[in-house]
Protein backbone atom coordinates (compact mmCIF):
# COMPACT_ATOMS: atom_id res chain seq x y z
CA UNK A 1 0.00 0.00 0.00
CA UNK A 2 1.56 3.47 -0.78
CA UNK A 3 2.19 5.87 1.96
CA UNK A 4 2.95 9.18 1.84
CA UNK A 5 4.63 11.82 4.19
CA UNK A 6 4.60 15.85 3.65
CA UNK A 7 6.74 18.21 3.88
CA UNK A 8 8.04 21.73 4.08
CA UNK A 9 5.46 23.96 5.85
CA UNK A 10 6.37 26.38 8.05
CA UNK A 11 5.70 30.13 9.87
CA UNK A 12 5.55 32.74 6.43
CA UNK A 13 4.58 36.72 5.89
CA UNK A 14 1.88 37.28 4.05
CA UNK A 15 3.11 37.78 0.03
CA UNK A 16 5.79 35.30 1.23
CA UNK A 17 6.40 31.69 -0.30
CA UNK A 18 6.72 27.96 0.60
CA UNK A 19 7.35 24.87 -1.16
CA UNK A 20 5.49 22.11 0.28
CA UNK A 21 6.37 18.21 -0.46
CA UNK A 22 5.02 15.06 -0.39
CA UNK A 23 6.99 11.92 -0.79
CA UNK A 24 5.26 8.32 -1.67
CA UNK A 25 6.76 5.07 -0.24
CA UNK A 26 6.29 3.16 -3.80
CA UNK A 27 7.18 3.55 -7.67
CA UNK A 28 3.62 2.64 -8.39
CA UNK A 29 2.80 6.32 -6.99
CA UNK A 30 3.12 7.44 -11.15
CA UNK A 31 -0.39 5.85 -11.78
CA UNK A 32 -2.40 8.37 -8.94
CA UNK A 33 -3.66 11.19 -10.01
CA UNK A 34 -3.01 13.61 -7.09
CA UNK A 35 -4.09 16.41 -4.91
CA UNK A 36 -3.19 18.54 -2.33
CA UNK A 37 -5.75 19.52 0.25
CA UNK A 38 -5.78 21.60 2.98
CA UNK A 39 -7.85 21.89 5.71
CA UNK A 40 -8.04 25.60 7.87
CA UNK A 41 -8.94 25.43 11.72
CA UNK A 42 -12.97 24.76 12.21
CA UNK A 43 -13.16 23.97 8.44
CA UNK A 44 -13.50 21.28 6.08
CA UNK A 45 -10.85 19.97 4.64
CA UNK A 46 -10.37 21.03 0.45
CA UNK A 47 -9.06 20.46 -2.13
CA UNK A 48 -6.68 22.93 -3.85
CA UNK A 49 -4.30 21.74 -6.62
CA UNK A 50 -4.38 18.37 -8.56
CA UNK A 51 -2.21 16.58 -11.11
CA UNK A 52 -2.58 13.94 -13.49
CA UNK A 53 -0.01 10.94 -13.99
CA UNK A 54 0.30 13.01 -17.39
CA UNK A 55 1.34 16.27 -15.69
CA UNK A 56 -2.34 17.87 -16.06
CA UNK A 57 -3.50 20.27 -13.54
CA UNK A 58 -6.11 21.90 -12.09
CA UNK A 59 -6.35 24.53 -9.51
CA UNK A 60 -9.64 25.72 -7.22
CA UNK A 61 -10.45 29.44 -8.13
CA UNK A 62 -9.25 31.16 -4.95
CA UNK A 63 -5.38 29.81 -5.36
CA UNK A 64 -4.89 30.04 -9.19
CA UNK A 65 -1.86 31.79 -10.32
CA UNK A 66 -0.36 31.62 -6.40
CA UNK A 67 0.46 27.71 -6.89
CA UNK A 68 1.27 25.37 -8.76
CA UNK A 69 1.67 21.90 -8.30
CA UNK A 70 3.92 19.61 -9.66
CA UNK A 71 5.25 16.14 -9.63
CA UNK A 72 8.37 13.64 -10.27
CA UNK A 73 7.51 10.44 -10.77
CA UNK A 74 10.98 8.90 -10.57
CA UNK A 75 11.50 10.33 -7.22
CA UNK A 76 7.84 9.66 -6.29
CA UNK A 77 6.98 13.06 -4.91
CA UNK A 78 4.05 15.46 -5.76
CA UNK A 79 5.03 19.14 -5.04
CA UNK A 80 3.32 22.55 -4.35
CA UNK A 81 4.80 25.98 -4.68
CA UNK A 82 2.72 28.06 -2.70
CA UNK A 83 3.65 31.98 -3.65
CA UNK A 84 1.78 35.29 -2.56
CA UNK A 85 0.35 33.86 0.07
CA UNK A 86 -2.53 35.32 2.05
CA UNK A 87 -3.65 34.63 5.55
CA UNK A 88 -6.61 32.87 4.29
CA UNK A 89 -4.34 30.04 3.09
CA UNK A 90 -3.20 29.49 6.71
CA UNK A 91 -4.12 25.10 7.29
CA UNK A 92 -2.85 21.93 7.46
CA UNK A 93 -1.67 20.96 3.80
CA UNK A 94 -1.98 16.98 2.84
CA UNK A 95 -1.16 15.46 -0.59
CA UNK A 96 -3.68 12.16 -1.41
CA UNK A 97 -4.90 10.51 -4.61
CA UNK A 98 -7.72 12.28 -6.35
CA UNK A 99 -10.12 9.28 -5.07
CA UNK A 100 -8.32 9.30 -0.95
CA UNK A 101 -7.62 5.31 -2.08
CA UNK A 102 -4.23 6.69 -0.15
CA UNK A 103 -4.29 6.70 3.75
CA UNK A 104 -3.61 10.24 5.08
CA UNK A 105 -0.58 11.36 5.96
CA UNK A 106 0.37 14.00 9.06
CA UNK A 107 0.16 16.77 7.20
CA UNK A 108 2.23 19.64 7.19
CA UNK A 109 1.15 23.01 8.75
CA UNK A 110 1.50 26.08 6.70
CA UNK A 111 0.50 29.74 9.06
CA UNK A 112 0.35 32.81 6.94
CA UNK A 113 0.77 35.67 9.04
CA UNK A 114 -0.88 39.22 8.05
Known amino acids: QVQVVESGGGLVQAGGSLRLSCAAS????????MGWYRQAPGKQRELVAT???????NYVDSVKGRFAISRDNAKNTVSLQMNSLKPEDTGVYYC????????WGQGTQVTVSS
Open 26 to 33: RSIFRFYA
Open 96 to 103: NSVDYSIP
Open 51 to 57: ITGGGTT
